[in-house]
């Protein structure tokens, strides 16, 4: 069993950065991959970006690469999502997601633990 908890959501003005935290329990976070996903209102929950167990391999949705970088800290049993030139269109719910898989993936259904989520807002 995982427990995940994010922070640091919260409201920006276009063009800002945001950096996102989420902080696992269990001894075995760092063989999970992690993902971060989305949902903003009236929309389906969307991949963001992923990373392997130890940090090797990333991905990125089309609409945050460049911009959003992941990475983790096994030691901490952290994940983040740093986030920069933020746009309106990236006003969402984050979610924190661990795979059972240590491979990144950007699908959903791999993702087995899922933390509560935290609201971020972009302002124009």
């Known amino acids: 069993q995982v427990q995940l908890v994010e922070s640091g959501g919260g409201l920006v003005q276009a063009g800002g950065s945001l950096r996102l935290s989420c902080a696992a329990s269990g001894r075995t976070f760092s063989s999970y991959a992690m993902g971060w996903f989305r949902q903003a209102p009236g929309k389906e929950r969307e991949f963001v970006a992923a990373?392997?167990?130890?940090?090797?391999?990333?991905y990125y949705a089309d609409s945050v690469k460049g911009r959003f970088t992941i990475s983790r800290n096994n030691a901490a049993n952290t994940v983040y999502l740093q986030m920069n030139s933020l746009k309106p269109e990236d006003t969402a719910v984050y979610y924190c997601?661990?795979?059972?898989?240590?491979?990144?993936?950007?699908?959903?259904?791999?993702?087995?633990?899922w933390g509560q989520g935290t609201q971020v807002t972009v302002s124009s």
């Open positions: 990373i392997s167990w130890n940090g090797g391999t990333t």
């Open positions: 997601a661990a795979s059972t898989n240590s491979i990144a993936t950007m699908t959903r259904l791999w993702y087995l633990y």
